[in-house]
């Protein structure tokens, strides 16, 4: 792990696209996935899902520029 392979590596041996997001934007979007999914099973199980977690909910991702 944490080792970088070369395009012989990879099964396709094309090389990988680039990103178009910084890691920040990224590890934000999945948070705020995790917290939608959070309160749609809170509201299924009739639990009440702490407002943090409603307010992250609602964020809007940023896009990254």
């Given amino acids: 792990m944490g080792t970088t392979r070369s395009t012989e590596d990879r099964p396709s041996g094309k090389p990988r696209p680039q990103r178009t997001f910084s890691p920040a934007s990224y590890d934000r979007r999945v948070q ?5 999914a959070r309160v749609t099973l ?8 702490p407002q943090w ?3 992250l ?9």
């Fill in 42 to 49: 809170d509201k299924r199980l009739h639990i009440k899902t």
């Fill in 32 to 36: 705020i996935a995790a917290a939608q």
């Fill in 57 to 65: 909910a609602n964020e809007e991702p940023r896009t990254s520029s």
């Fill in 53 to 55: 977690i409603i307010d």
